[in-house]
């Protein structure tokens, strides 16, 4: 499900007129705000609507998109606002279906500089994720307790403030490109530690943690240009710890387990 309000491509262009709006696609993945592709005879854009009341945040993630940017990342800029609806430029690409060496390296160096970008940004403690664990591990708790066990050390686990972090590096949040990366859907980015942003991104190209081929291609790649080196036993205890906390908001957001087993 990724569309939650619906528009009409008339709807559309009443509300950006100046754009003459040829057709609209709604995405099917992400569960929290509505997407759609839009297209111009010329172009496509992605048009989003936030179903949260995050004004502050989107203003954030605006400049940081524009920050990143501007340091050669390939990250979708700011376009144009109509009342609750926001156009993104779309980025040019693939999401990867089969996860060989060239995107492990490419997730790597994009992470690298993105965090060397970030961590000259001051940012505030992560509060928000201590929220969120809070909220979903009372709800299993009380509905899916045989669980609950796998998941209490969670809320004893706090972010350094390394600086600020994607948090969501997944496939279905990457595109490639004539081996050129793009990242995109910033939204939840968030102060925290760059080894869990490492870890995200190793569990969401399905690297799993004795997948020793696989992450020391990404440690070698990402320690040439990051603004410090990470130690392998770090990345691995945040890949855990990333694991399980993905699956955690799986089960709180879909209410029942089976679409969380993957990630167990």
Not at 17 to 24: A, E, G, L, M, V
Not at 95 to 124: G, W
Not at 148 to 157: I, R, T, V
């Given at each position: 499900?990724?569309?939650?309000?619906?528009?009409?491509?008339?709807?559309?262009?009443?509300l950006?007129?100046?754009?003459?709006?040829?057709?609209?696609?709604?995405?099917?993945?992400?569960?929290?705000?509505?997407?759609?592709?839009?297209?111009?005879?010329?172009?496509?854009?992605?048009?989003?609507?936030y179903?949260?009341?995050?004004?502050?945040?989107?203003?954030?993630?605006?400049?940081?998109?524009?920050?990143?940017?501007?340091?050669?990342?390939?990250?979708?800029?700011?376009?144009?606002?109509?009342?609750?609806?926001?156009?993104?430029?779309?980025?040019?690409?693939?999401?990867?279906?089969?996860?060989?060496?060239?995107?492990?390296?490419?997730?790597?160096?994009?992470?690298?500089?993105?965090?060397?970008?970030?961590?000259?940004?001051?940012?505030?403690?992560?509060?928000?994720?201590?929220?969120?664990?809070?909220?979903?591990?009372?709800?299993?708790?009380?509905?899916?307790?045989?669980?609950?066990?796998?998941?209490?050390?969670?809320?004893?686990?706090?972010?350094?403030?390394?600086?600020?972090?994607?948090?969501?590096?997944?496939?279905?949040?990457?595109?490639?490109?004539?081996?050129?990366?793009?990242?995109?859907?910033?939204?939840?980015?968030?102060?925290?530690?760059?080894?869990?942003?490492?870890?995200?991104?190793?569990?969401?190209?399905?690297?799993?943690?004795?997948?020793?081929?696989?992450?020391?291609?990404?440690?070698?790649?990402?320690?040439?240009h990051?603004?410090?080196?990470?130690?392998?036993?770090?990345?691995?205890?945040?890949?855990?710890?990333?694991?399980?906390?993905?699956?955690?908001?799986?089960?709180?957001?879909?209410?029942?387990?089976?679409?969380?087993?993957?990630?167990?």
């Amino acid at each position: 499900m990724g569309v939650i309000t619906i528009i009409s491509l008339d709807e559309l262009n009443k509300l950006f007129p100046t754009y003459n709006f040829t057709k609209i696609t709604p995405t099917i993945s992400g569960i929290i705000d509505t997407t759609y592709i839009v297209y111009t005879n010329s172009t496509s854009y992605i048009l989003k609507k936030y179903e949260r009341d995050i004004a502050d945040k989107i203003n954030k993630n605006i400049l940081l998109l524009s920050i990143l940017k501007s340091a050669g990342l390939n990250v979708p800029i700011y376009i144009d606002k109509k009342d609750e609806w926001y156009l993104y430029e779309r980025l040019k690409g693939e999401q990867p279906k089969v996860v060989k060496n060239y995107h492990i390296q490419l997730v790597a160096r994009f992470l690298s500089k993105m965090h060397k970008e970030t961590s000259k940004i001051t940012c505030d403690s992560n509060k928000i994720m201590q929220d969120e664990i809070s909220e979903a591990l009372k709800y299993i708790k009380a509905n899916f307790f045989i669980y609950y066990k796998k998941f209490e050390f969670l809320k004893h686990l706090i972010h350094k403030k390394d600086g600020i972090i994607h948090g969501d590096i997944f496939k279905d949040n990457t595109v490639f490109n004539n081996k050129k990366i793009g990242v995109i859907d910033f939204i939840d980015s968030s102060c925290g530690t760059f080894a869990y942003d490492v870890a995200i991104a190793l569990v969401g190209f399905d690297v799993k943690t004795d997948n020793n081929y696989f992450i020391n291609l990404f440690l070698r790649n990402y320690n040439q240009h990051a603004p410090k080196k990470l130690k392998k036993s770090d990345v691995i205890q945040n890949m855990i710890f990333a694991s399980r906390f993905f699956t955690l908001k799986r089960i709180h957001k879909y209410k029942n387990t089976s679409r969380a087993k993957e990630l167990l």
